[in-house]
């Protein structure tokens, strides 16, 4: 067995992976299963969702510019195609991480806002309206990061609606960036599953201190 004292990531690395994955799992838990939930229960996580999301792309950002300037521990001695299958699904993971929360951050986005009532100005009851006239939408609300953060829309989608048919094409845009969402989600899972059961592998089946590089258990 490998001393996995000298192969333990830092104290920084460490911190972020465990942040990042308790975010990405109330996400896939929140976002899968968000069809089967009520819509009183879609109501009160949708917002967490979301700044769950958007957070993971922070702290993801922070994470590979971290890689970037500190070198990682050296792999636990392996076989090479075991090496090559870690440092493949390891890249897929952090395109995952941003791809997730940017298709979602796209999707909101996408999403036609009710045109905003000027300030100083009411918004028009059923009283001030004609005759047949839909009731006025209510003024839009900035999605909220954790209620604090307010979260801009990303302004080359935003402009998808501009012109002739614009809402039409946004709801297309809506739609393809949801699809791409649901299948991310997906796909993120089941390299997750690949991830854990390569360590669990390390650990189980190789007798090595896997696991104690990211601070479970003694190195």
């Known amino acids: 067995m490998t001393n996995a004292r000298g192969l333990r990531y830092s104290n920084v690395a460490i911190a972020l992976h465990w942040a990042i994955v308790a975010l990405i799992l109330f996400n896939l838990a929140t976002g899968l299963l968000f069809d089967d939930m009520g819509k009183a229960m879609r109501s009160a996580l949708i917002a967490p969702h979301i700044s769950s999301g ?15 300037t500190h070198r990682p521990p050296p792999y636990l001695p392996m076989a090479a195609w075991e090496k090559a299958l870690a440092k493949t699904v390891h890249v897929l993971l952090y395109l995952a991480m941003l791809g997730m929360p940017l298709s979602g951050w796209a999707m909101i986005s996408a999403h036609a806002d009710s ?32 209620g604090v953060i307010p979260l801009p829309k990303i302004a080359p989608i935003v402009r998808i609606g501009d012109g002739r048919d614009g809402e039409a094409k946004l709801h297309e845009a809506h739609e393809f960036f949801e699809s791409k969402h649901a299948i991310g989600g997906w796909v993120l899972l089941a390299l997750l599953v690949l991830h854990v059961a390569g360590a669990l592998k390390h650990q189980m089946v190789d007798r090595e201190r896997e696991l104690a590089r990211m601070g479970l258990g003694r190195a």
């Open 54 to 68: 958007i957070t993971v792309l922070a702290l993801t950002a922070i994470r590979i510019g971290w890689r970037l």
């Open 115 to 146: 045109p905003p009532v000027a300030k100083g100005t009411a918004a028009p009851t059923p009283v001030d309206q004609p005759p047949g006239a839909r009731p006025a939408p209510p003024p839009h609300k900035p999605t909220m990061i954790w």
